[in-house]
């Protein structure tokens, strides 16, 4: 069950910058939080918490990069914008070839980083949605019965009702009575839509 | 005969006996001898030399109980004990680089009888002449080593300068980002402000905390920026006396820029109560800036876990203070050993490798040494001392 208030994660060890980042986000009606360092950060943050992850890319300890490491080995998906200094723009692009978002260049114009912002939420949301559906998908594969879910593998991958009766040494009748109650559990009206919704269950994984 | 009993008949022609000259020449030895040793031993004191050589003359002449000397030099008189002018004196030029500087003159307190030239010899005004000629190279040879300790100087001073923009130059991106951080903030605490006055939802204090902190970092880049022009101002040395931890204190934030930037974490261990040295303050921490960048690249390869600098102040010896700079470094191999303070020593792509070579200079221009040692657990320690105020005062 995820937050439904996104909240923008600023980690970043120079306090006036982490602070006048936090005013400007407060100052357009957004909700912060603010750490100094990505081990302050990591200890705090739960999984369900949404928003996105403003980030410096240099800091003493664990660096940017590394936090984004380990938020890809937690299985987070916090889209992650990049503050950059001068001349970090080849390690910036690294980063966002590892999976951030974007990367902003310090001093930065107020409207750009907000723009950046608003573009990771939307991510985030999208994100979130789509971990529901997969995992209410997910939820009803799970209810299906042991023979239920026999059924449902033969059927998308297109075998007909006279051989999975056959493969499965059951009468065509109570073939017909399994695939019924997929479909049910399932929710789905056709076969193609059952194929997909299996599909995309699958290949999440 | 004459009254003292020495044999008279000095005319032209009949010379003294044997044993008489031998007697002269020996004095004359003596003299000369006596002058290169008071020479040798004034350490390069001019009046020295001078005074002690006035003393020594009037031994070497026939009537040493009447006898005193003088030198007039350099605006300066010297003079052997009760000298008095009187009509009885022998005088000799004293030239430097063939001018006139001065005379050397012997004068005898009362009359005493004729010889060659009143009551002098021959021999004796040799013998001045020869000493007035010692002195003319003596002041020579003072005035060309004062040159060339001079040039040695100037030329040490305008290396250091040199090295100490090159370090700063090694320090550049360190620095833009360090200026570049309360630029920052700068710009998003206005940008912030804008907006929230935009939005019509605050109160005049926030405004005015928002303002506060503008100025303040706006300050602090100033700040940096002067502090910057301060080390890279070409100075004379200017030694006073100083808190070793202030000097530290005041270039930590930039050198912990430099070690951010390199992934590479600084720590200063700086106890209190320390006693003060006499140094010339930015040639110390130009030293402990170079020794610092040198631990962040002798680093570079190294995983994270070993990646600390460490920079410790002590004072082991009320006389002394310590100061060191420890890397986790894979360690200097033992061929270097010889080389690392020469000058162009580097291993580093484009390094000048003039700073370990400047650094010793400094240093050692201060009383003090620098060196290293191995650390058992790996890496380096380089460690300089540097004489406490109160040991340089009893100098």
Known sequence: MSDTQQTVFVVDDDTAVADAIRLLLRSVGLGVEVYGSANEFLKSHSPDRGGCLVLDVRMPGMSGLDLQQRLQEIGSKLP?????????????????????????????????????????????????????????????????????????????????????????????????????????????????????LVMRARTEE | MASDGSPTGRDTGIRPPIAQQLKERIKELDCLFGIS?????????????LQETV??????????????????????????????????????????????????????RHSRPPKDEGPFTREERRLLKAVAERMGHVVERLTADERLREREEEFRERMTHVTRISTMGEMASSIAHEVNQPL?????????????????????????????????????????????RGMVRKKESEMAQEDINRLLEEIAPLASVDARLNEVELRFFLPPGLPEILADGVQVQQVVLNLIRNGIDAMEGNTPDRRTLDVRVSSPDPKWILVS??????????????????????????????????????????????????????????????????ETEDE
């Open chain 1, 80 to 196: 992650i914008i990049f503050v950059t200094a001068h001349g970090d723009v080849p390690m910036a692009v690294n980063a966002v070839k590892a999976g951030a978002v974007d990367f902003i260049q310090k001093p930065f114009r107020d409207q750009e980083l907000l723009d950046k912002i608003q573009e990771a939420l939307e991510m985030d949301e999208r994100n979130r949605a789509e971990e529901e559906e997969l995992g209410a998908i997910r939820n009803r594969i799970r209810s299906l019965t042991h023979r239920e879910t026999e059924v449902m593998e033969f059927v998308v991958a297109g075998k007909p009702n006279k051989n999975i009766a056959r493969e499965m040494g059951i009468s065509q009748r109570t073939v017909e009575i399994h695939r019924a109650r997929v479909m049910e559990k399932m929710e789905v009206r056709s076969v193609s839509m059952l194929v997909q």
């Open chain 2, 37 to 49: 040793d008071i020479v040798e031993n004034a350490g390069g004191s001019l009046d020295r030399i």
């Open chain 2, 325 to 390: 700079v420890t890397d986790q470094g894979c360690g200097l191999p033992l061929e270097s050993e010889k080389t690392l303070f020469e000058p162009f020593f580097t291993t580093k792509q484009g390094g000048l490798g003039l700073g370990l070579s400047i650094s010793r200079s400094i240093i050692s221009a201060h009383g003090g040494q620098l060196s290293f040692l191995r650390n058992p657990q790996g890496g380096t320690t380089f460690v300089f001392s540097l004489p406490t105020a109160s």
């Open chain 2, 55 to 108: 003393d020594l003359l009037p031994r070497s002449w026939d009537h040493t109980e009447v006898a005193c000397a003088r030198i007039v030099l350099g605006g300066k008189e010297f003079e052997s004990e009760g000298f008095v002018r009187s009509s009885w004196t022998q005088e000799s030029e004293i030239r430097v680089h063939g001018e006139l500087a001065g005379t050397i003159e012997i004068a005898y």
């Open chain 2, 184 to 228: 920052t903030a700068v710009a998003t605490y206005a940008q912030a402000c804008r907006r929230m006055l935009e939005g019509g939802m605050v109160e005049t204090p926030e405004i005015m905390e928002v303002l506060e902190r503008i100025g303040e970092e706006a300050l602090r880049a100033g700040d940096i920026i002067h502090r910057l």
